[in-house]
Structure formats: C-alpha cells, structure tokens
C-alpha cells in the first residue's frame, strides 16, 4: 500500500465502526445533528425524542441509509424512570450492545422565580437532568461489562454562570455539570469517560422560530436580533452549529479521548470568559 492509499484507508476507516450509541432528545436539533454524526462515523443509533411519527420514520430511514449503519427509535419519555430503563433494555437486546450514551433531551421555561410555575420547574429537573441520571445507572453495566463506554452530557453554558428568569434551567444545568464529574471519577479505572458538553447559541429550528418572533415582536431586522438580543453575551456573534456539536461528540467518544473525563468543555464563542 502506498502511503497516499493508505492516507485515504485511515479517513476512510469510521472511528465508531461497530459501536452502538443511544441519543436522548434525538428527534430534532443538536440531539439529531450529534445522531447523525455518529452515524457518519459508523456507530448503530438509537434516536429517541418526540415528534410526528411519519417524520420520525423518515429521519431514522434517512440515517440507514445515508450512513449504512442500523438505526431504531425509543419514544421514551424523559420524565419516566421506567420508560427510560426499557429504553436502555431495548438498546441491549436490539444491538447487542451500548457503547455512547448522550444525554441531551431538555426544555427551557423563562420567568422570574416568584412566578416561575412549579410544574415548570419539576418538568425541567426531570428532563434536563434527572433523566440523565437514570440513562446512566441503567447504561453502566453493559458499558462495564466490554471495559468501555463513553458518556456525553450536553449542559449549556448556562451549566457555567447563570442568566436571570432562568432558575430551573440553570439549575439544572449546573447540577448536570456536577453529575458529570461524579460518573467520571466513579468510572475513571474503567475504560469509561463521562463528560459534558457546554453550548451557547446553537442555531436549530427553534432559534430560527425565535428569530422570526423577536423580529416580529420588536419590528427590526432579524441581523438586529441575531446581534443585540440572542448573542447579546456571545462574543464571536456566531451561532455554534449542530455540526460542530456533532464532530466534537465523535471526538469524545473516540479513542483519542480515553484521557479525557470529568470536563465541561465550552463551545461557546467567548461566553463563559467573560
Ligand atoms: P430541541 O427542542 O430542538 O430538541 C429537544 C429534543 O428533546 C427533541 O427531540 C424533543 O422531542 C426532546 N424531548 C423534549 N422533552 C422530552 C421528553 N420528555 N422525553 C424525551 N424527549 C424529549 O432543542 P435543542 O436546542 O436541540 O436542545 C437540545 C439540548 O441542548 C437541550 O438539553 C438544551 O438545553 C441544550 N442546549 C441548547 C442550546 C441551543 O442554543 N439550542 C444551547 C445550549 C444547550
């Protein structure tokens, strides 16, 4: 083999060939775009989340056939201990195995804590963080049993500092901060890493919605809105993208990373240096 082929073999080689990887929240935003980068790196996907149930059809065919690996779908509910540990049991008997585990489902509710309503807040500790609670201690003996297993906690920035009128989210977000470094120094001798992932601004459908609506609401241009209002505290005045979210997942779950757990890794143009 020449050295240009055998230069091609090892960008062609899928890093996660073989692997298996569950996606909480998967149906739509950074929970798809991180799917279907593990996909494209060779990993089977199990998506979950909620949504149409033809257009889930066809996001999970799509990967099937875009990436050639086997993808099923879990319509566990978040908020539903028992639902999410059939999940991880039906990854196991569907695959085989479980190898990645992302936990990323979340929601967001906006308003001062003296009206911030108290369903609100339970929804929003259930989903973004004690559902990655249970993912977990339901995932870590099939990822103990092969000495290998990588979880991936998408926090937020708002899992750094704080905003105001956001209490349940940042909270949430801060408390999955501190389970990420619990899992990663109770399975540091085990071929296991859990780490988390700390985004500002991702652009998806739902910033986009948000967009449209600011701009509506307050009659400027959606540049205004982009710049002044929603990356009022990023600094590059860019959006992350699910993509870039995606790579960096892959990255974690690769072999290059075997030294790397217990983080919060911003991905946040400059947010949390302030
Ligand atoms: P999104 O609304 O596009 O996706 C959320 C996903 O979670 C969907 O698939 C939805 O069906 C699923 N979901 C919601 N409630 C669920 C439940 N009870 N059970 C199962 N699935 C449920 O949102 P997104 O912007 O892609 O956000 C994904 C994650 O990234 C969240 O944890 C969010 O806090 C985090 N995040 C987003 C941004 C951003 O700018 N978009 C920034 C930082 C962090």
Redesign the pocket.
């Known amino acids: 083999m020449n050295i240009q082929t055998k230069m091609q073999a090892a960008t062609d080689r899928r890093l996660l060939d073989g692997k298996v990887s569950v996606i909480?929240?998967?149906?739509?935003?950074?929970?798809l775009g991180i799917a279907r980068a593990l996909a494209e790196a060779g990993s089977a996907i199990v998506l979950?989340?909620?949504?149409a149930e033809a257009d889930i059809a066809k996001v999970r065919a799509q990967i099937e056939t875009d990436f050639g690996v086997k993808a099923t779908y879990s319509a566990?509910?978040?908020?539903k201990p028992d639902a999410i540990g059939a999940m991880i049991a039906a990854t196991l008997k569907d695959h085989g195995r479980l190898d990645v585990l992302v936990n990323?489902?979340?929601?967001?509710h906006v308003a001062p804590i003296d009206q911030f309503p108290i369903e609100k807040w339970d929804a929003i500790l259930a989903?973004?963080l004690s559902s990655a609670f249970h993912t977990t201690r339901a995932a870590l003996p099939a990822m103990r049993k092969n000495g290998y297993g990588r979880i991936v906690n998408?926090?937020?920035?708002h899992g750094l500092v704080a905003s105001p009128f956001k209490a349940a989210?940042v909270a949430a977000?801060h408390g999955i901060v501190g389970l990420t470094k619990v899992v990663a120094l109770e399975t540091a001798e085990e071929g296991i890493t859990c780490n988390a992932i700390c985004?500002?601004?991702?652009y998806?459908?739902?910033?986009e919605a948000q967009i449209e609506g600011q701009a509506k609401a307050h009659g400027i241009p959606r540049e205004q809105v982009i710049r002044d209002v929603l990356l009022a505290q990023q600094p590059n005045k860019k959006f992350a993208t699910v993509e870039e979210l995606g790579a960096l997942t892959v990255f974690l779950a690769s072999d290059a990373a075997n030294s790397i757990t217990g983080i919060a890794l911003p991905v946040d143009g400059g947010w949390t240096a302030h």
């Open positions: 909480t929240g998967s149906t739509s935003g950074i929970g979950n989340g909620f949504g566990a509910d978040m908020t990323n489902a979340g929601i967001q989903i973004n998408i926090a937020s920035a989210y977000k985004p500002g601004y991702v998806t459908p739902l910033v």
